[in-house]
């Protein structure tokens, strides 16, 4: 006889999945999950979630964003 597997969730999981099963028909990116949860959701946690049996793989999608990075600025010495 198997022995039973213990799952446990910390905090972030938990919300992740109760955001999921209040939309079972639906699939998000990460960035669409991050916003509902309030933080930062990636793709770690997701694949741990998968691999306990709790989230499965949506489609692909393609979307569209704007880069944004921070770079450096440089100046004359003097009036900067």
Request: charged share 25%.
């Amino acid at each position: 006889m198997a022995k039973e597997k213990t799952v446990s969730y910390n905090e972030r999981e938990t919300a992740i999945m109760n955001f999921l099963s209040e939309n079972p028909d639906n699939s998000f990116t990460l960035a669409e999950i991050s916003d509902a949860v309030g933080f930062p959701v990636a793709s770690g946690t997701i694949v741990s979630l998968m691999r306990k049996g709790n989230v499965l793989k949506g489609e692909d999608r393609n979307v569209e964003y704007t880069a944004v990075k921070t770079v450096g600025s440089y100046g004359f010495g003097r009036g900067i």
